[in-house]
């Protein structure tokens, strides 16, 4: 399994440009509304400096990090779900992620143009986060008001739809309140073949000036603006440049504005909190990788992740934490101390855990 992430926001907001961060493509990024037309599609490792140490015990040819796809849409602007700009046909691209990233814009820059203001160097997160989330929620209304219908003749037949068509209905009424359906009393599980957009968590990331990044006053008024997400303060052109750059040089232009990781690590590290999921670790000679699961699985749903059928055969999973592996020095000495484990079945996995499964073909 992997993370995906839908990238949302106003015309002219930076995604393009974040995006471009991300994936290191070379994606149109340009001052004029739509000018990502098409969807763009990246998938980006997830920094995961544990695999290096792994690499090093293990002997490894390869370094293999658990990773994130990143999906990234035209500016939505206001009355988009009346058809205002180009529509929101491109949402159909983000119905089927986890979780939706919005870009907020907090730079300025008076040759940036913003839609309906009368100078180019207005910003106002608070009024274009309500955009976004209205025009979501309404995209959502329109997808129910579809469905109803089709899931009034379905429940007459079939009982079991019932439950989903009362629910459904319910998830309307919370939308035309104007609020969303993530964190709602809503049983989202229930009317998730929808997919509805409001139903995924939310991320913010506000792309502000590079001066700003460590602005305390700011950062705790835009967190209180999107409370309980955490807010995720970026700049955009600079986690392009740091893209760009080897190891060292990134550290170094990272300690002159005063942070301790790309804004982009941040990103990625809250994508993986907000949808509770971890990674554990395999490793041997051919490759030290790190696998994306849920907090809470078991060892057998964890070995279900490289393969089905390590799940169905499943015996025993041999575990070891990363921290006292790296302590040791080999597997060998970990053994020799007693932090080596064999556990079964029931077993929940930790993060970090490194693990070899033994299983029944």
């Not at 994936?23 to 997830?46: C, D, Q, R, S, W």
């Amino acid at each position: 399994m992997s993370l995906s992430i839908g990238i949302v926001g106003l015309p002219n907001v930076g995604k393009s440009t974040l995006f471009n961060a991300l994936t290191k493509n070379n994606v149109l990024a340009a001052n004029y509304p739509f000018a990502t037309i098409e969807p763009n599609v990246g998938v980006v490792g997830v920094p995961d400096e544990r695999l290096a140490k792994l690499a090093t015990v293990f002997g490894s040819e390869k370094l293999l990090p658990a990773v994130v796809s990143f999906v990234d849409i035209a500016g939505i602007v206001k009355g988009a779900s009346e058809g205002a700009g180009l529509g929101n046909k491109f949402l159909a691209n983000i119905r089927e992620t986890d979780a939706i990233c919005q870009v907020i814009r907090v730079f300025t820059d008076e040759n940036v143009t913003r839609e309906g203001e009368r100078t180019a160097d207005f910003v106002d997160p608070a009024s274009d986060i309500e955009v976004i989330n209205t025009e979501l929620a309404l995209a959502d209304l329109q997808t129910i008001e579809k469905a109803i219908p089709r899931l009034e003749k379905e429940a007459r037949i079939q009982k079991e739809k019932a439950g989903v068509l009362e629910e459904v209905k319910k998830a309307q009424l919370v939308l035309n309140e104007g609020k969303l359906l993530y964190g709602s009393k809503i049983d989202l599980a229930l009317i998730a073949e929808l997919q509805l957009m409001t139903t995924k968590p939310f991320l913010y990331v506000f792309n502000v000036d590079a001066q700003e990044l460590g602005d305390a006053e700011l950062r705790a008024k835009l967190q209180a603006l999107v409370a309980p997400s955490e807010a995720i303060l970026l700049d955009a052109k600079t986690e392009a440049e740091l893209s760009e750059l080897d190891d060292a040089d990134a550290m170094e232009l990272l300690e002159a504005i005063g942070l301790t990781e790309p804004g982009l690590t941040t990103l990625a590290r809250v994508g993986f909190d907000t949808l509770g999921l971890q990674t554990y670790l395999t490793a041997g000679p051919k490759e030290s990788r790190a696998w994306t699961i849920h907090k809470g699985d078991t060892a057998p749903m964890a070995a279900g992740v490289i393969h089905t059928d390590f799940q169905k055969g499943f015996i025993k999973a041999e575990v070891v934490s990363f921290n006292d592996l790296i302590a040791a020095g080999s597997m060998a000495e970990a053994r020799a101390h007693g932090k080596v484990r064999m556990e079964g079945k029931d077993y929940v996995m930790q993060d970090g855990d490194v693990v070899e499964f033994r299983f029944n073909v």
